[in-house]
């Protein structure tokens, strides 16, 4: 199984995270590399686990929990058709039902100026014909579809798949970027430079785009302690 057929997208508050079918001994190791090399974007997310129609037991589930813990990830919930996985999941206190996850509340009030009040939480995918234009930062949990659009003063970033258009630092914010789980949309726009990303050469990775000498460079937007090493950037074309 390849980690690609790992699927992570946004769900209410939540982020979903699809283990795909096939024996538990081949997928769990797959499943915790992917975690690992996710990590630093997880964090603080509560996760579901879409398990379908696996049957999996308390010892397997109270693995789950203990790779969760190690890692700081915060396991909300466990989906499956299987009555057994469900009611292991409910031994370990795990929601068994989709549902908005009730965030917990803040010890204290933040200071006014520790607030953000220019960034805007999207927990829904948009697609084609749909438009969002934000003065401030935007956050979407989940994909940008082709033929959607997302223009920003700030940066964008996206807990999905970025196949629409993508218009961050509309104002002339050179130092604004474009984040997304997957980069791979029509057209790029930083400040007024435009770009468009090259074909493909493998499976997608987290990716940053921002501007340096002029032209839109993408990095890997990877954990810089994972003991993973990143792949090479993509040359992006159309840079001004």
Known sequence: MSQSSIEIKGVNDALLVTVPDGAWSDVAPQLVQHLEEQQSFLTGAQIILQLNERDLGAVE????????????LDLWGVLSSSLHTES?????????????????????????????????????SLRSG?????????????????????????????????QGTAVAG???????VI???????????????????????????????????GQILADPWANPNSAVAPKKKRGWLFGR
Request: aromatic share 6%.
């Open 61 to 72: 589930i109270g693995k789950l929990c203990e790779t969760f813990d190690a890692l700081e």
């Open 88 to 124: 292991a999941a409910q031994s370990f206190g795990l929601q068994t039902q989709l549902a908005k996850p009730e965030l917990p509340p803040l010890e204290s009030d933040p200071e006014p100026d520790d607030l953000d009040a220019n960034c805007r939480f999207v927990t829904t």
């Open 130 to 162: 749909h438009e969002i234009d934000f003065d401030g930062h935007v956050v979407i949990f989940g994909d940008v579809k082709v033929g959607a659009q997302v223009i920003a003063t700030g940066s964008i970033m996206v807990w999905g798949r970025l």
């Open 170 to 176: 509309a104002d002339g914010d050179l130092s604004a």
């Open 179 to 213: 984040c997304a789980l997957d980069l791979s949309p029509r057209q790029l726009n930083i400040a007024g430079i435009l770009a468009r990303a090259p074909e493909r050469d493998g499976t997608p990775e987290p990716e940053m785009a921002y501007i340096k000498d």
